[in-house]
């Protein structure tokens, strides 16, 4: 059974910067296919991809947002870390984390985010 | 980036009824070398985070009800939900994961009427 948690702080100041963990369990981010990311979604909006990274030492960021943004794995914690220097009010939200899954057939891949942490809620003030 | 589009932002549907929800690409997300679609739905009921209901555009997930179902290709996507239980109040996202960075729609909000 894969689960994920997020932890970090739920209040920072602006211009600081934020760190969040996920820690996970269930799977590897060694086996081929796994991948972990974020996500994030303001009060009362939608769902904005920010930052994935994945078995093979892959990352992908919102380019958007990639400036700011930093993910680093850690294989023998399971754990991955964000950071997003630079806050700002509009950056409160509540982040998850969620694991990718990719599922191969006939050329293609499915990627898609199969389970996800509770999320945690920052908020930048 | 892909941009997609759902329509309507909100829809109220009575218990037993039809729920329609549209999503639109504003690139194909069919994959040429595997005639798939690159498109998923999630389900978020309040303070849950999201859940995946369907991928490849209309294969469910494992456990998901078979009254969710999804259709569509290239960039026209649709999820139907027969027979609305009250316990399908939520918000429905598409997501596309053709191209990163893996676009959400902006979310329909299903109410019971």
């Known amino acids: 059974q894969i689960t994920l948690k997020e932890s970090g702080p739920t209040v920072v100041k602006p211009t600081q910067t934020l760190t969040l963990t996920c820690t996970f369990s269930g799977f590897s981010l060694s086996t081929s296919g796994e991948g972990v990311g974020w996500i994030r979604q303001p009060p009362g909006k939608g769902l904005e991809w920010l930052a994935f990274?994945?078995?093979?030492?892959?990352?992908r960021y919102s380019p958007s947002l990639r400036s700011r943004l930093t993910i680093i794995k850690d294989t023998s914690k399971n754990q991955v870390a964000l950071t997003m220097t630079n806050m700002d009010p509009v950056d409160t939200a509540t982040y998850y984390c969620?694991?990718?899954?990719?599922?191969?057939?006939?050329?293609?891949?499915?990627?898609?985010?199969?389970?996800w942490g509770q999320g945690t809620t920052v908020t930048v003030s | 980036d892909i941009v997609m589009t759902q329509s309507p932002d909100s829809l109220a549907v009575s218990l037993g009824g039809r729920a329609t929800i549209n999503c639109k690409s504003s690139?194909?997300?069919?994959?040429?070398?595997?005639?798939?679609?690159?498109l998923a739905w999630y389900q978020q009921k309040p303070r849950q985070p999201p859940r995946l209901l369907i991928y490849w555009a209309s294969t469910r997930e494992s456990g998901v009800p078979d009254r969710f179902n999804g259709s569509g290709s290239g960039t026209d996507f649709t999820l139907t939900i027969s027979s609305l239980q009250a316990e399908d109040v939520a918000v429905y996202y598409c997501?596309?994961?053709?191209?990163?960075?893996?676009?959400f729609g902006q979310g329909t909000k299903l109410e019971i009427k």
């Open positions: 969620a694991h990718r899954r990719e599922e191969c057939s006939g050329g293609s891949c499915a990627r898609v985010l199969d389970v």
């Open positions: 997501q596309q994961y053709y191209s990163p960075p893996y676009t």
């Open positions: 690139q194909s997300v069919l994959s040429s070398s595997s005639n798939k679609n690159h």
């Open positions: 990274t994945y078995y093979n030492g892959d990352k």
